[in-house]
Each structure stands twice: as structure tokens, then as C-alpha cells.
Antibody, heavy 121, light 109 residues
Framework: EAQLVESGGGLVQPGRSLRLSCAASGFTFDVYAMHWVRQAPGKGLEWVAGLTLNSANVGYADSMRGRFTISRDNARNSLYLQMNSLRPGDTALYYC??????????????WGRGTLVTVSS | EIVLTQSPGTLSLSPGERGTLSCRATQSVAGRYLAWYQHKPGQAPRLLIYGASTRATGIPDRFSGSGSGTDFTLTISRLEPEDFAVYYCQQYGSSRGYTFGQGTKLEIK
């Protein structure tokens, strides 16, 4: 069964860094583009960043560009999100998501259950 | 950047009723770039509809999507108790990445 499992969340002070991981299993990881999406408490879903299967193309939401770095290790079937200069507004549940194959339609067909990041002093 | 606005913010209905959820874009969105998700607390979001009108695998046929251009609709023909959740529309903006609507909470009346 295809599965994504996020880890690495926790309580961190403002200005500090945190690295999230997403472990993929049950499918061929290196043929899929992958993304991070977050949900702040009481808010909706917000796309954070994404990258193509070979990391050649990377994109970020404007509010995260320059502070967050998305990367992947296809040999380890893993996706990462390096978050620097964290702010209280970055407090959220962070989801890993798989983009559908094919290029004819654009959507996320598999999601993890998320890892919680809390930025507070 | 295309902004998606969902309405209503909260929809109160009873099981068996029909639910109609709206997603309006500030610019035209190609249908193949428009998807709908269901999200329940503590769970991963679940893909319902892609390409504006194609049901994802395993999604009951009471869920349907329609629309084009700037106006899209998710319809649930006969609400079941398990359908009460938050629903999001999503669009793909090419180099701008993805954006989501703010969500519609479907609650039991």
C-alpha cells in the first residue's frame, strides 16, 4: 500500500531551524513530483513548496521562499523540508503530498497524516 | 496569482439533503488544473475530484464536480453522515505552484 509518513515536527523557538522528513513506501518514489502543504491552527490548506522527480524544478510559496528549502533523496525514498528563521506564523501541521503522474491533470493523489510544528518561545 | 474563493464558508445541512459547494477563481482556470479534496480532523486530506469533474478512484457517485473558467461546483447529491467535513478546491498555477480555496465546512444541521 502506498504511504507517506512525516516526521521531525516539534516545538521550536522563533528564529531557530527545523528539518522535516517524509518517508515514502509502497510506490516508485523517484517517478513522482512531491510537495509540502501546511495547515495552521483553525486555517485552511496552504501549499508550501514542491519539486520534480529529479529536483530539476523547485517552487515555493512566496511567504516561504528564501527561508524554506525542499529537497529529496530518491535513494532513501525521502522528501525533506529545511525550515530556517522560523516564525510563530509558521506554526502548522505540515503534510507531505504526492503529485499525480501523467501531466494531463494536476492534483495530489496521496497525502501523509502530517507532522506538527509549533514555533513559540 | 489566482485566488480561489469558496462559498459558503459553512454549510449546515441534514443527512439525505443535497449539498452544493462553490469555488470561484479570480482568473480563468483550465479544468484539468482544478481538484477538490475532503478533509476531516486528524486525517490526511482525501482527493475527491480532479480535472474539475472526474471522480477519483473509490469515490462514491454521489460526489460530482462541474464548472469551467472561473466558476466550479462540488455537488453531493444525498449527504451521508460521513460526508460532514471540510472541503477544499485547489488549482495548479504552473510556475506559481498550487493554491487552495479557504475551505467550506459542511456541518450537520
Amino acid at each position: 500500500e502506498a504511504q507517506l509518513v512525516e516526521s521531525g515536527g516539534g516545538l521550536v523557538q522563533p528564529g531557530r531551524s527545523l528539518r522535516l522528513s517524509c518517508a515514502a513506501s509502497g510506490f516508485t518514489f523517484d517517478v513522482y513530483a512531491m510537495h509540502w502543504v501546511r495547515q495552521a491552527p483553525g486555517k485552511g490548506l496552504e501549499w508550501v513548496a514542491g519539486l520534480t522527480l529529479n529536483s530539476a524544478n523547485v517552487g515555493y510559496a512566496d511567504s516561504m521562499r528564501g527561508r524554506f528549502t525542499i529537497s529529496r533523496d530518491n535513494a532513501r525514498n525521502s522528501l525533506y523540508l529545511q525550515m530556517n528563521s522560523l516564525r510563530p506564523g509558521d506554526t502548522a501541521l505540515y503534510y507531505c503530498a504526492r503529485e499525480a503522474l501523467g501531466g494531463s491533470y494536476w492534483y495530489f493523489d496521496l497525502w501523509g497524516r502530517g507532522t506538527l510544528v509549533t514555533v513559540s518561545s | 496569482e489566482i485566488v480561489l474563493t469558496q462559498s459558503p464558508g459553512t454549510l449546515s445541512l441534514s443527512p439525505g439533503e443535497r449539498g452544493t459547494l462553490s469555488c470561484r477563481a479570480t482568473q480563468s482556470v483550465a479544468g484539468r488544473y482544478l481538484a477538490w479534496y475532503q478533509h476531516k480532523p486528524g486525517q490526511a486530506p482525501r482527493l475527491l475530484i480532479y480535472g474539475a469533474s472526474t471522480r477519483a478512484t473509490g469515490i462514491p457517485d454521489r460526489f460530482s464536480g462541474s464548472g469551467s473558467g472561473t466558476d466550479f461546483t462540488l455537488t453531493i447529491s444525498r449527504l451521508e453522515p460521513e460526508d460532514f467535513a471540510v472541503y477544499y478546491c485547489q488549482q495548479y498555477g504552473s510556475s506559481r505552484g498550487y493554491t487552495f480555496g479557504q475551505g467550506t465546512k459542511l456541518e450537520i444541521k
